[in-house]
């Protein structure tokens, strides 16, 4: 089992971090990605990355491992392909200002809901702004599709800013994915962007002799098998749910 010593980096949170960090888990336990109570989870909601590599780093925790120089390379990277790029796309980002202006403003984005402290003046209402102002003519297919290319594109050239920790690349590719997935929402676009693989689901610990009899009922079937798998019990000896509960119960 690899360990780590996070926080590398002092974390806290920005003017963006704890909405976007209460979003995110809603949408991921509606989706089975996070359990029911991952909101009340130390490690989940944490802005402080776990030191055992078994355990996702949540995207608001990639502070604690990256800090801001790296953060800030990966951004780079990205607006050099973004200005290098054919002129439909790169006009629009150059109405707005330069490189070093497009660096600075989408670098503080990503450390303040990173967890690196308030960086990002204005929070959800300036990058609502911007994005209706600004950029409206990109929030389409054709926008989303060669944006998400260059930002994959950098994501592969930046591994060296992402530490040795292998958690961190599928952490970024989760917050991309996140708010991707909002925009196609917000602005109507088919959300075909894949920027790799993303955090895999957190799974609850669970611990019968702490459940009512109530709780024990609640789990799915899948939750009782696996939790009694980790005990030790063949759990393809019990057939259907009622047979799980009671062994659960007996334990």
């Known amino acids: 089992m690899t360990k780590f010593e996070f926080p590398r980096f002092p974390t806290r949170h920005g003017y963006m971090s704890e909405k976007i960090q209460r979003d995110y888990i ?5 989706k089975k990605v996070l359990p029911p109570d991952a909101h009340r989870l130390p490690q989940i909601v944490s802005l402080t990355a776990a030191n055992d590599v078994s355990k996702p780093v949540q995207f608001w925790q990639l502070y604690s491992v990256l800090g801001q120089d790296r953060i800030v390379n990966i951004v780079a990277d990205f607006y050099e392909r973004v200005f290098a790029d054919e002129a439909w796309f790169t006009s629009v980002f150059a109405r707005v200002g330069g490189i070093d202006h497009h660096i600075n403003t989408q670098a ?4 303040d809901v990173m967890g ?3 960086f990002y003046h204005g929070a959800e209402f300036r990058l609502n702004f911007h994005h209706t102002h600004n950029a409206i003519q990109l929030m389409n297919d054709k926008g989303a599709e ?3 290319k260059l930002m994959l594109e950098s994501l ?3 591994a060296k800013h992402m530490t040795d920790d292998p958690r961190v690349r599928p952490s ?3 917050f991309l994915t996140h708010f991707m997935g909002k925009y196609a929402q917000e602005f109507a676009f088919e959300n075909r962007s894949v920027f790799g693989e993303t955090n895999p689901p957190v799974k609850r ?7 009512t009899t109530e709780a024990i009922k609640e789990l799915s079937e899948t939750e009782l098998v696996e ?7 063949d759990a393809s000896k019990y057939l259907g749910k009622d047979d799980l509960v009671n062994k659960a119960l007996m334990l």
Request: proline content about 3%; overall charge positive; aromatic content about 8%.
């Open 26 to 30: 809603t949408s991921a336990i509606t």
């Open 172 to 174: 970024i590719n989760t």
């Open 108 to 111: 503080a984005m990503w450390i």
């Open 156 to 158: 592969d050239a930046s």
């Open 146 to 148: 060669r944006w998400s």
């Open 205 to 211: 610990k669970i611990n019968f002799l702490k459940m």
């Open 116 to 118: 690196g402290g308030p």
């Open 227 to 233: 939790a009694l798998e980790e005990r030790g019990v």
